[in-house]
C-alpha cells in the first residue's frame, strides 16, 4: 500500500497537493469554513458540500489514506477543504468534537496513554474483544510470552500506548466511581450487530454518560449473517446517541472480535479520541492512583494490581492504598515481567502492602512511614464522616441541600414495572424545576431495583424512585449499608409530588423501613382460631412478635401486616435469634407457602442512621 493510513486527529499536517479540478482562479473570492478538531471523513463532505469519495480521492493526494468513517484532524481536513476552495478555520477548542466528554479541564504535564474500559449487553463480546485486543498487540519480542490477569494491560500501536480495563461491564466501572477511584478516560460500548441494543447496553450508555466519560461505540460479530449495523446504528439515534455518519460526534466502529477484525481500527480511533481529550499528566511527582484489584496470594502476600493516574511509581516507594499500606518490593507488568517503574496510565501488579486494599480505593506515596500511619488514621477519620454524609443522600436530605443552595441538581434513577410507564414519569419529572434546582434522570429502566442501581446512585450522589416494582435482596442490603435512598410508589402523583417538594425545599423528612429480621417459612401448619401458621428458621437478624411485617413471594409482596404470634417450641416468645426455628402467625393472612419470606421491619426517620 502505497499511501499511508490517516493519521489521527492531531498529527501533523500533510503537505497538501491541490485538487486539480477545484484549483481557486486568481482573485475568486475564498469561502471560510469552520472545521472541528477532529472530523470524520463522512461529515467533512458534507461541511464541504461534496461527495464523500471526492473526499477520499483528495486525501490520498495528500498521501492519506482513509475510509468513509475514518476520523481525520484538523490539520488533514483543513488541507482538503483548502483544495476545494475554502479558507479553514478550526472552531471552539479542542476536546469539543466528542459527545458525552468531560469539559475539557486544562490538564498539566505531559501527554499520557488513554485509560479504557469495555461496557456493554451480556454476551455481546466484551471479554472477547478484550483478548483480541490483547493478542493483536503482543510485541514481537514479547510474542509466545505467557499473559497473566493482573485487571489491566498495556498494548502499543503506532508507538503510543493504549491501557484497557481488564473488568469489563458497568457494575464494575460504576462500583470503582462509588468508592471515589474513575479511572476510565474512555468507555467503549459493545453492541453485537445481530442483537442490537439491549436493556444493559442502555444502562452501559447511561453509566457513562453519568460519569462523563465518552463513549465508542464497536458494533461487533459483524461476521455473523444475521449482522445488521445499520439497525444498530438508527438504535442508538434513537436514544439520543448520533454518530458521526449520522451527523454527530460518536465515534463508531464495526468490528468482530472473534474473527480479530477492525480491531487496528477501533485502536486508531481510540487513540482520535485520545487525542481529542489532552489527557496529560506529571511524571516527575511522586505517584498517585487506584487500586484496580487485589487479593491475597498464599505464598507472596497481599497483591495488589494499581493503575498509577499521576507521577512515576517506583520500587521503594511507601504506599498508602485504602487501609493497606507497605514499601513497594517488586512490581510486575500484565506479562509477569519485572518492572522498576510505572509512569501514568500504567498498571502495575505490587507487591509489599501490609493487607489486601479494595478496588477502587486510591492510593498515594508517603515520604515515610511515619506518614503512612498518619494518613491511614486522617483517612480512616474521613472514611467514618463521609459514610455519615452517605447517610444523609436521602431525598429530604438533598431537599436541604438544595434550599440551602448546596445542590443544584436532582440526580434520579427511575426503575417502573413496566416500559411503558417510563416515559410519561420520565416527562413530568425532567418538567419540573424551581429557581434553585431541575430533575436530572441519569437512568431509567423497567424491572426491578438492582446493584447496580445502587451503585449508580452511590456514584452519583443520586436517588432511586421505583414504581411499582421490586427490589432486589442484594441492592436492598447494598442500598441499606451505603444508604442510599430508595423510594418506592405506586401512585404517580405521589411521586411527581414528593419530587417536587423536594425540589422546593418543602419535603418533610419521610420515615424509612428498616428491615429487622427475616425468615424462611420450611412448613405450614393449621391451627385452631388463627388459621395458619409458618414453621419457620430465622435465616437474618431478629424476629419480635407485634413488628410489621410482610410475606415475599419469589421477591414480591404478597401481604403487608404484623407478627400476631410467635412461638419457641411450645412456648410463646417475644422475640427469636438468628438461626432459630419458631411458629410465625401472620396477622389476617393464611397462606403460606414453603419457601416464602416473612420479613420485619420497623419504621423511622430517613435521616437519622
Ligand atoms: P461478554 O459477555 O460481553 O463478555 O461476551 P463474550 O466475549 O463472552 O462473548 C459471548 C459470545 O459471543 C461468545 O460465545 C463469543 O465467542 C461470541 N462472540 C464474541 N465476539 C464475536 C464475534 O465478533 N463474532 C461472533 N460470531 N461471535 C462472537
Redesign the pocket.
Known amino acids: 500500500m502505497g499511501a499511508k493510513k490517516a493519521e489521527p486527529a492531531g498529527a501533523g499536517a500533510e503537505k497538501t497537493r491541490p485538487a486539480p479540478a477545484q484549483r481557486q482562479a486568481p482573485g475568486a473570492k475564498v469561502k471560510s469554513v469552520e472545521l472541528p478538531e477532529a472530523i470524520a471523513v463522512s461529515n467533512l463532505a458534507n461541511v464541504l458540500g461534496t461527495s464523500p469519495i471526492e473526499v477520499i480521492k483528495q486525501l490520498m493526494r495528500q498521501g492519506v489514506m482513509a475510509n468513509i468513517n475514518q476520523v481525520i484532524s484538523y490539520e488533514i481536513a483543513a488541507g482538503v477543504a483548502s483544495a476545494f476552495g475554502y479558507e479553514p478555520k478550526e472552531t471552539r477548542r479542542r476536546g469539543l468534537a466528542i459527545a458525552g466528554k468531560r469539559p475539557a479541564a486544562p490538564q498539566k504535564g505531559e501527554l499520557r496513554p488513554p485509560v479504557v474500559t469495555i461496557l ?1 449487553h ?8 478484550l483478548d483480541a485486543i490483547r493478542q493483536s498487540n503482543v510485541v514481537a519480542t514479547e510474542a509466545g510470552s505467557i499473559t497473566q490477569h493482573i485487571g489491566a494491560y498495556q498494548v502499543e500501536t503506532d508507538s503510543r500506548k493504549i491501557t484497557f480495563l481488564d473488568t ?1 461491564g458497568h457494575e464494575a466501572f460504576t462500583a470503582m466511581r462509588a468508592r471515589g477511584a474513575q479511572v476510565t478516560d474512555i468507555a467503549i460500548v ?1 453492541v453485537a450487530a445481530d442483537d442490537g441494543v439491549m436493556p444493559q447496553t442502555v444502562e452501559a450508555i447511561d453509566h457513562a454518560k453519568a460519569a462523563d466519560v465518552p463513549i465508542l461505540v464497536a458494533i ?2 459483524i ?2 449473517p444475521n449482522a445488521n449495523i445499520e439497525r444498530v446504528k438508527k438504535q442508538l439515534a434513537d436514544m439520543g446517541v448520533l454518530i458521526e455518519e449520522w451527523g454527530g460526534d460518536v465515534v463508531c466502529v464495526a ?5 480479530r477484525e477492525g480491531i487496528t481500527d477501533l485502536l486508531e480511533n481510540l487513540l482520535v479520541v485520545a487525542e481529542v481529550l489532552e489527557l496529560k499528566a506529571d511524571p516527575h511527582r511522586p505517584a498517585q492512583g487506584a487500586v484496580i484489584e487485589a487479593r491475597l496470594d498464599k505464598s507472596r502476600g497481599p497483591l495488589a494490581t494499581v493503575l498509577v493516574q499521576n507521577g512515576t511509581l517506583r520500587i521503594g516507594d511507601i504506599m498508602v492504598a485504602g487501609n493497606a499500606w507497605g514499601r513497594i518490593r517488586a512490581m510486575f507488568n500484565d506479562r509477569g515481567k519485572h518492572l522498576k517503574k510505572a509512569e501514568p496510565a500504567t498498571p502495575a501488579e505490587v507487591l509489599g502492602l501490609n493487607s489486601v486494599p479494595r478496588a477502587g480505593d486510591t492510593f498515594t506515596i508517603v515520604p515515610n512511614e511515619r506518614q503512612a500511619k498518619e494518613l491511614l488514621q486522617r483517612q480512616q477519620e474521613e472514611q467514618k464522616q463521609a459514610l455519615g454524609a452517605r447517610r444523609l443522600a436521602t431525598l429530604d436530605s438533598l431537599a436541604a441541600q438544595i434550599s440551602a443552595g448546596e445542590v443544584k441538581e436532582l440526580n434520579l434513577i427511575l426503575k417502573t414495572d413496566v416500559q411503558g410507564s417510563i416515559e410519561p414519569i420520565r416527562d413530568s419529572l425532567e418538567r419540573l424545576h424551581t429557581e434553585q434546582a431541575k430533575v436530572r434522570v441519569i437512568h431509567s429502566g423497567s424491572g426491578s431495583i438492582t446493584e447496580s442501581d445502587v451503585l449508580l446512585a452511590l456514584a452519583s450522589k443520586g436517588i432511586i424512585i421505583g414504581f411499582n416494582t421490586p427490589i432486589e435482596p442484594g441492592a436492598k442490603r447494598l442500598a441499606e449499608v451505603e444508604g442510599v435512598d430508595i423510594r418506592s410508589y405506586q401512585v404517580i402523583y405521589n411521586l411527581v409530588d414528593d419530587v417536587n417538594k423536594a425540589l422546593s425545599g418543602l419535603l418533610k423528612p419521610a420515615t424509612v423501613e428498616v428491615v429487622e429480621g427475616r425468615a424462611q417459612v420450611l412448613a405450614v401448619f393449621p391451627v385452631k382460631k388463627l388459621g395458619k401458621v409458618a414453621g419457620a428458621r430465622v435465616v437474618e437478624g431478629r424476629v419480635s412478635r407485634d413488628s410489621p411485617a410482610r410475606v415475599l413471594r419469589s421477591g414480591k409482596v404478597v401481604h403487608d401486616s404484623r407478627v400476631a404470634s410467635l412461638k419457641h417450641y411450645q412456648e410463646f416468645v417475644t422475640e427469636i435469634g438468628p438461626g432459630q426455628e419458631c411458629g410465625i402467625g401472620i396477622e389476617g393472612f393464611a397462606d403460606f407457602e414453603v419457601g416464602d419470606i416473612i420479613e420485619t421491619y420497623r419504621r423511622q426517620q430517613a435521616s437519622s442512621p
Open positions: 456493554g451480556v454476551d455481546h463480546g466484551k471479554t472477547t474483544l469489563p459493545v461487533n460479530k461476521d455473523k468490528v468482530s472480535a472473534k474473527k
